[in-house]
């Protein structure tokens, strides 16, 4: 399956040319030593999945790096400690996701929600898309409430029941194997 995720034009564009073009999906394996195994399998291409989800919508994690503690306002909550570290934030876009996603880059811009105010002084770290048609943003959260190290309450969520879309960890989630496996749930297992 193409990573809608990841190169959306990409799905796009195989969705389009797939009555033109063979495409044949093969599965393989890699022996400890790194040779080639003789299992080898021939794979279906899930094409009405792809064309349900491949499109500039869904969830995203964006992460955030805050080189030291500070006390930063934002909006109604007030003033917040925020510890050194990294923060994930969780948001969603059901439409234009690529754009809102291009935003949190900007360190320019109009202050709209608490992410804007902790972007403008926080360290642009990574942006990871989770495209899909289902809102996931608050199984998200949940999900990350059970791996991160702290969070703060009441961030980002005042439209939803969530305690918080904030999560905080000190290294990189990147890094992290509990954070990889999170993110290839809501990628590819859930499916």
């Known amino acids: 399956m193409p990573d809608f995720h990841t190169d959306l034009n990409f799905a796009r564009t195989l969705l389009q040319v797939r009555d033109r073009v063979q495409f044949i999906p093969v599965s393989v394996k890699w022996n400890g030593d790194l040779s080639l195994s003789p299992e080898i399998k021939i794979l279906e291409i899930p094409w ?49 996701l690529s754009k809102r996603m291009e935003r949190h880059r900007r360190l320019r811009k109009r202050h709209h929600w608490h992410i804007d105010d902790l972007r403008a002084v926080a ?10 048609s289902e809102r996931l943003e608050c199984e998200i959260s949940e999900a990350m409430s059970e791996i991160a190290e702290w969070d703060i309450p009441g961030f980002g969520c005042s439209d939803c029941s969530c305690e918080t879309h904030l999560f905080g960890m000190a290294s990189d989630p990147i890094h992290s194997r509990t954070f990889q496996e999170l993110l290839q749930h809501f990628r590819m297992d859930r499916l």
């Open 123 to 132: 360290e642009f770290h990574s942006v990871l898309a989770i495209r899909s």
């Open 48 to 96: 009405d999945y792809i064309g349900k989800e491949a499109f500039d919508r869904g969830s995203y994690l964006l992460s955030l790096k805050l080189k030291e503690d500070r006390k930063i306002d934002i909006g109604k909550l007030g003033k917040v400690l925020f510890k050194k570290g990294f923060y994930v934030y969780v948001g969603s876009a059901m439409t234009n």
